[in-house]
């Protein structure tokens, strides 16, 4: 299990690459299940130029770790990987990377939208938007079901 | 007692602090001490989440000596 928090730009897809070929549990895992969250240009009819994302150093993560043991203790997981960005965030960086590894997909599916919906709504992240009208905090986010 | 108190994101800027040593009386709940910030700088916010070293507690959380202590507003992250 990998959770970690990155001041520095990442690709979600190579980051996915590199961590499944270092898993040791090669010929166990028959489902991949994965969530890439990637910065727009536009929020609810606002044009962003980038943004800023703030946590709560120790909280944050402590807390995903957290919702990791649950997803682990829910389903039968082979593995977890969680990347959460901070800082300044410029259009199309990926922000978030959640996936999850197990025998057959139910488990991967169902362990893998848990995961970041919990993330989503009780994970101490704060989006800050610079928009053409000036800098704004958002305010709570999207609906995930 | 004494509790260290910290403000996270737009509630930290309407607060002008991100963190202070605050002294409270034994007996004192998470939501007496968020009414007393909020009303010794006259700070009107809504939805507040409150966190007692690092955890999620409900408002009648009764605070020790030493904790720290957290207000922010809902998370946007993902």
């Given at each position: 299990?990998?959770?970690?928090?990155?001041?520095?730009?990442?690709n979600a897809?190579?980051?996915?690459?590199?961590?499944?070929?270092?898993?040791?549990?090669?010929?166990?895992?028959?489902?991949?299940?994965?969530?890439?969250g990637?910065?727009?240009?536009?929020?609810?009819?606002?044009?962003?130029?980038?943004?800023?994302?703030?946590?709560?150093?120790?909280?944050?993560?402590?807390?995903?770790?957290?919702?990791a043991?649950?997803?682990?203790?829910?389903?039968?997981?082979?593995?977890?990987?969680?990347?959460?960005?901070?800082?300044?965030?410029?259009?199309?960086?990926?922000?978030?990377?959640v996936?999850?590894?197990?025998?057959?997909?139910?488990?991967?599916?169902?362990?893998?939208?848990?995961?970041?919906?919990?993330?989503?709504?009780?994970?101490?992240f704060?989006?800050?938007?610079?928009?053409?009208?000036?800098?704004?905090?958002v305010?709570?986010?999207?609906?995930?079901? | 007692m004494?509790?260290?108190?910290?403000y996270?994101?737009?509630?930290?800027?309407?607060?002008?602090?991100?963190?202070?040593?605050?002294?409270v009386?034994?007996?004192?709940?998470?939501?007496?001490?968020?009414?007393?910030?909020?009303?010794?700088?006259?700070?009107?916010?809504?939805?507040?989440?409150?966190?007692?070293?690092?955890e999620?507690?409900?408002?009648?959380?009764?605070?020790?000596?030493?904790?720290e202590?957290?207000?922010?507003?809902?998370?946007?992250?993902?």
């Open positions: 299990m990998l959770i970690e928090i990155r001041k520095e730009p990442f897809w190579q980051e996915l690459q590199s961590y499944q070929e270092g898993l040791k549990i090669t010929g166990q895992y028959g489902a991949t299940a994965s969530f890439v990637t910065m727009r240009d536009f929020n609810e009819d606002k044009k962003v130029t980038h943004m800023t994302l703030e946590h709560y150093p120790g909280m944050t993560e402590k807390h995903l770790n957290a919702i043991k649950e997803a682990t203790e829910t389903w039968n997981l082979l593995d977890v990987l969680i990347l959460h960005r901070i800082g300044r965030i410029n259009i199309s960086d990926d922000i978030v990377l996936a999850t590894w197990s025998a057959h997909r139910k488990e991967a599916f169902e362990s893998c939208r848990r995961i970041m919906e919990e993330l989503k709504s009780t994970a101490p704060w989006k800050k938007e610079d928009t053409q009208s000036g800098a704004q905090w305010e709570k986010n999207t609906s995930g079901y | 004494q509790v260290t108190v910290k996270f994101a737009s509630l930290r800027e309407l607060m002008g602090e991100d963190s202070s040593v605050i002294d009386e034994d007996n004192t709940s998470v939501d007496d001490l968020w009414q007393s910030v909020t009303a010794s700088k006259n700070v009107a916010f809504d939805n507040v989440m409150m966190a007692v070293n690092m999620y507690v409900k408002s009648d959380h009764q605070l020790k000596s030493g904790d202590v957290a207000f922010f507003p809902p998370v946007t992250g993902g």
